[in-house]
């Protein structure tokens, strides 16, 4: 023990040095995840066999072609005059906010398989975001792709109404989380959370 310094001076700094790591230890180990804007699902609902066709044309499986990143999937079409538009200038935006983007896919599906080519609806993503994915396919490939997800919709051009939600799939293809039209705002926020944790 050093000259002139007390026992209780040192059982002090020993005392601090301990308050200090196990706050540590709870900030950066184990502190709860922040609370996220979307709906978490209590059980995660796996998405697989889904067969469509990308804006370039190609055939991809909405669940297989993607794992491996976290995948916001949205259902909208091109003529949509108002919500759709909308929700994808806010992924857009929460998009460009983050530092790194590899790993993260956007991806929406069209609801007017009619109209949305995959030329139409590549123009149309692209206008968002350069890396954004537009998928189309048959009416029945649609029908399908948009019961996995839960999504509703009906009607004809321009004025179908449908789900307004952005689902969030995990690396492993699972859906994990909603987020409705209010809550998408915040997706920006809860992005580089949810990459770490998904």
Not at 34 to 55: I, K, M, Q, R
Request: net charge negative; proline share 5%.
């Amino acid at each position: 023990m050093l000259r002139g310094v007390s026992r209780f001076t040192w059982l002090s700094l020993l005392a601090a040095v301990v308050v200090l790591s196990a706050a540590g230890v709870y900030f950066f180990v184990l502190r709860p995840a922040a609370p996220v804007a979307g709906t978490e699902l209590n059980s995660p609902v796996a998405v697989s066999g889904l067969d469509l066709v990308n804006h370039r044309g190609q055939t991809v499986d909405l669940a297989d072609d993607f794992s491996g990143d976290v995948t916001l999937v949205f259902f909208g079409y091109t003529r949509c005059p108002d919500i759709c538009p909308l929700t994808m200038a806010r992924l857009a935006q929460a998009y460009s906010k983050l530092e790194r983007t590899d790993g993260l896919s956007v991806v929406m599906v069209t609801v007017d398989p009619g109209h949305d080519t995959p030329e139409v609806l590549g123009a149309y993503v692209q206008r968002f975001h350069p890396d954004f994915i537009g998928l189309t396919g048959s009416n029945s490939q649609v029908a399908e792709a948009a019961k996995a997800f839960f999504v509703g919709f009906a009607g004809e051009a321009p004025t179908v109404a449908h789900t307004d939600m952005v689902m969030v799939l995990d690396r492993s293809g699972n859906m994990r989380y909603m987020y409705g039209t209010d809550a998408v705002i915040n997706i920006g926020d809860d992005l580089p959370g949810l990459m770490r944790r998904l």
